[in-house]
């Protein structure tokens, strides 16, 4: 696990600390401030591999460009790592010697792509013929498949999603035991769906789907019909795809050990940017609750620990009665005399969405249209007598009323404040 980061003369700001939580971190702010950053150098620092590109040191400044980490091992011993960048081979350097293993690490990309370290699998040695560094995912090879240097990595969704359905359904009818990789998707399915009392994630029956394409491809049963999930939303195919990658991830490490002759690993470290990315407000409010649960369930002993960023109040929201002061951390990337400040701020109380998006966090005046809330501003000077920030065209009460009327709803709460004091009847 990882337990705390230190970067120094990279990045968007002269220096981040994160002291992380065991189990859940979120990383929120506004764009272009470090979250994704953030993310990309936690996934390097616990596997060797950079998941897209590597950071590279601030142009300004003289500061020698560091990263720090400490990671705690599956026996609770923890080690600290430093490595400063190489100026003349443009690189950060690897560290040598076996390092504290991470455990089981996925991270899933804003864009549908995914990358997979497998202590089972992958190899902390730059060197080792035998085992890649780490898997990584176009969106395209989710769905498709993976292959590197004539090997077959993975089959990719389509194809497992079907063999694992024809062999589920060969085993019932066998009464054989339903743990298998089929009845976990349907689990996590039915987990993340946004209404599991409809079953919207619920499998259909295989089927082809193209004359250009002899494969046949899962399908969905939503309530008004059955879809194949290559024609699925963004958003579905988002679900789907992080669905499979945990399951196909978990299964693929149990054949591993067990061709090893090892123990299942008992941590998984679960890296996601944007959670809330293609997601109906439904989904948002169910999908990090739901991902925890799931993962833990993937054994009994699974201990996971998930660092994510956010934009959503939402999935904010829904995080309150889950959030454990002991184990979980909010981080807040902010802009503060042009300069870029990581704060880590205690256990978030504002209640519902409306509440975070005028909390400190967001930072929004009003949880309403820009219009709504020049209108609003506007009148509460009316009110007080403060003409001097009253905006040209908003001067008079005539004025400000109609622009009340355009923006605001007739049940409104500021309603009855305006009316009562500014002596204008509704019209």
């Not at 089927?207 to 579905?236: C, K, W």
């Amino acid at each position: 696990m990882l337990t705390e980061l230190h970067l120094s003369g990279i990045g968007p700001a002269p220096r981040f600390d994160l002291d992380l939580g065991r189990r859940l971190n979120v990383l929120t702010g506004d764009n272009g401030l470090g979250k994704s950053f953030v993310l990309d150098t936690a996934w390097w620092a616990l596997t060797g591999t950079w998941a897209d590109q590597p950071a590279l040191p601030r142009v300004e400044g003289r500061a020698k460009p560091r990263i720090a980490w400490e990671l705690e091992s599956k026996n609770g011993r923890r080690s600290r790592t430093e490595v400063e960048f190489d100026f003349r081979n443009q690189s950060w350097p690897w560290r040598t010697g076996r390092p504290p293993l991470p455990g089981l690490t996925l991270y899933v990309g804003v864009d549908g792509s995914f990358s997979l370290w497998d202590p089972a699998r992958n190899s902390w040695r730059r060197d080792d013929p035998e085992r890649d560094a780490a898997y990584h995912f176009t969106p395209e090879q989710v769905w498709n498949g993976l292959t590197k240097d004539g090997r077959i990595i993975c089959n990719g969704l389509i194809a497992d999603w079907v063999s694992w359905q024809r062999q589920y359904e060969i085993d019932k009818a066998k009464d054989k035991s339903p743990d298998s990789p089929f009845a976990r998707l349907r689990t996590v399915l039915g987990r993340l769906s946004p209404h599991p009392e409809q079953e919207w994630l619920e499998p259909g029956e295989p089927t082809r789907v193209s004359l250009g394409d002899v494969r046949e491809h899962p399908t969905l049963q939503f309530p008004y019909g059955t879809v194949p999930a290559v024609a699925a939303s963004a958003g579905i195919k988002r679900i789907l795809g992080l669905a499979y990658l945990v399951i196909w991830a978990w299964n693929e490490h149990l054949q591993a050990v067990r061709l090893l002759r090892q123990a299942p690993e008992t941590r998984f470290l679960l890296l996601m940017d944007e959670v809330e990315t293609h997601l109906h407000p439904q989904w948002q409010r169910r999908i990090v609750p739901a991902l925890l649960d799931v993962l833990q369930e993937l054994e009994r002993e699974t201990r996971v620990q998930a660092i994510l960023t956010t934009h959503s109040p939402m999935v904010l929201a829904s995080l309150e009665p889950r959030f454990d002061d002991e184990e979980d951390r909010l981080f807040l990337f902010e802009l503060h005399d042009g300069k870029v400040r990581l704060v880590r701020r205690e256990r978030p109380r504002f209640g519902d969405a409306s509440a975070w998006l005028t909390s400190t966090i967001f930072g929004l005046e009003q949880a309403r249209s820009l219009e709504a809330e020049r209108a609003i501003r506007a009148a509460n000077a009316f009110m007080r007598g403060d003409k001097a920030q009253l905006p040209a065209e908003l001067k008079t009460r005539a004025q400000i009323h109609q622009a009340l009327r355009a923006s605001l709803a007739p049940g409104d709460e500021f309603w009855p404040r305006w009316i009562g004091r500014s002596g204008t009847k509704r019209k």
